[in-house]
Nanobody
């Protein structure tokens, strides 16, 4: 229950694009999010979505887009105009219900994927 499986990471040059996917075994009434963690840094939120309502960290606004494919129980993260500072392990996370006020807090999310590496070279 609550299994999340990410895919789509890889290596790209600065300015390039990648798309991450996360398939959720339990999808309904879930707030889904992407977090990332770079070496030596704390895990930070990237974006979240609940029933079409989206949230973004300031550092990715205008470059990343989070969306849902309800037919496939999937949350997507389209990452454009990538920068070297976007390099990190990206994690998919899920919380039960809508967590509007604390969407950016890692402890809000009960279920986590195994992570996928994104590397952006300059």
């Amino acid at each position: 229950q609550g299994q999340l499986v990410e895919s789509g990471g890889g290596s790209v040059q600065a300015g390039g694009s990648l798309r991450l996917s996360c398939v959720a075994s339990t999808y309904n009434n879930r707030q889904l999010a992407w977090f990332r963690q770079a070496p030596g840094k704390e895990r930070e939120v990237v974006a979240a979505i609940y029933a079409g309502i989206t949230y973004y960290a300031d550092s990715v606004k205008g470059r990343f887009t989070i969306s849902q494919d309800d037919a496939k129980n999937t949350v997507l993260l389209q990452m454009d105009s990538l920068k070297p500072e976007d390099t990190a392990i990206y994690y998919c996370a899920a919380a039960v219900g809508w967590r509007d006020g604390n969407w950016y807090i890692a402890a809000t999310y009960k279920y986590w994927g195994q992570g996928t590496q994104v590397t952006v070279s300059s």
